[in-house]
């Protein structure tokens, strides 16, 4: 049983992920964790981002892993600093090496294989890329003002300042060339912006009810 939650941010796909895995029984592994934590040793480097053959032999040499729903990059929790500004700012870039991918897809491949094969699995490429035969495949979406509304409550910023960010990050996650998010081949659509989170946990476990 995989179970992969694409989409956009600001939709909940990390909180709904989490419950449904829970709720579920089954293992959560967040992949933004591994781009994110990439990004944070790139920036501490002083590593050029668009040089993708510097990220790439800088990503190549670095052991990933995530325990209980912690990041660790070389041993060393990095959960709340891969949260920060910089990094949030900085990781579409990284994420646009094609390379760079591939090395954290056979990381998160593997992380799976060691659960068992079993596991939520939360993204942007994950119905369509890391595991297009996944059991089930969930597209998460809002409007785009529910969505800032949300980041803003979550950050505690402005929600006007924040659509402008989102709306950037969106366009470069789903114009680049290696892996663009996208709606996977045989996704479920859920659009939450008028659903309360417990209504999209129940929506997600019915569908997998429906798949066991
Ligand atoms: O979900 P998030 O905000 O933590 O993701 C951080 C960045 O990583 C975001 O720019 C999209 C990118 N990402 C990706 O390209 N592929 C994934 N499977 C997960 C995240």
Same mark, same amino acid.
């Given at each position: 049983?995989?179970?992969?939650?694409?989409?956009?941010?600001?939709?909940?796909? #990390?909180?709904? =992920?989490?419950?449904?895995?829970?709720?579920?029984?089954?293992?959560?592994?967040?992949?933004?964790?591994?781009?994110?934590?990439?990004?944070? $040793?790139?920036?501490?480097?002083?590593?050029?981002? $668009?040089?993708?053959?510097?990220?790439?032999?800088? /990503?190549?040499?670095? #052991?990933?892993?995530?325990?209980?729903?912690?990041?660790?990059?070389?041993?060393?929790?990095? =959960?709340?600093?891969?949260?920060?500004?910089?990094?949030?700012?900085? /990781?579409?870039?990284?994420?646009?090496? %094609?390379? /760079?991918?591939?090395?954290?897809? =056979?990381?998160?491949?593997?992380? /799976?294989?060691?659960?068992?094969?079993?596991?939520?699995?939360?993204?942007?490429?994950?119905? #369509?890329?890391?595991?297009? #035969?996944?059991?089930?495949?969930?597209?998460?979406?809002?409007? %785009?003002?529910? @969505? $800032?509304?949300?980041?803003?409550?979550?950050?505690?910023?402005?929600?006007?300042?924040?659509?402008?960010?989102?709306?950037?990050?969106?366009?470069?996650?789903?114009? @680049?060339? $290696?892996?663009?998010?996208?709606?996977?081949?045989?996704?479920?659509?859920?659009?939450?912006?008028?659903?309360?989170?417990?209504?999209?946990?129940?929506?997600?476990?019915?569908?997998?009810?429906?798949?066991?």
């Amino acid at each position: 049983m995989i179970v992969t939650v694409d989409g956009p941010s600001g939709t909940g796909k #990390s909180t709904v =992920s989490k419950a449904v895995a829970t709720r579920a029984g089954l293992p959560h592994l967040d992949t933004g964790a591994f781009y994110r934590a990439a990004t944070l $040793a790139a920036l501490r480097e002083g590593i050029d981002l $668009a040089d993708s053959d510097a990220v790439v032999d800088m /990503v190549s040499g670095m #052991s990933m892993d995530q325990d209980n729903g912690l990041m660790f990059l070389d041993g060393e929790d990095v =959960s709340t600093e891969i949260r920060g500004e910089c990094v949030t700012n900085a /990781v579409s870039q990284v994420a646009s090496h %094609p390379e /760079v991918r591939r090395i954290l897809v =056979s990381h998160q491949r593997a992380w /799976v294989a060691e659960q068992g094969g079993r596991a939520v699995v939360e993204g942007r490429d994950i119905g #369509s890329v890391v595991f297009p #035969s996944a059991t089930l495949k969930i597209y998460l979406d809002a409007r %785009p003002e529910v @969505r $800032a509304i949300r980041r803003a409550t979550q950050v505690g910023e402005d929600p006007d300042r924040i659509i402008e960010d989102l709306a950037r990050r969106d366009h470069l996650d789903a114009s @680049r060339d $290696a892996s663009p998010l996208t709606t996977p081949d045989g996704a479920v659509t859920v659009d939450t912006s008028d659903l309360t989170f417990d209504q999209v946990v129940e929506r997600v476990l019915s569908l997998i009810s429906a798949k066991s």
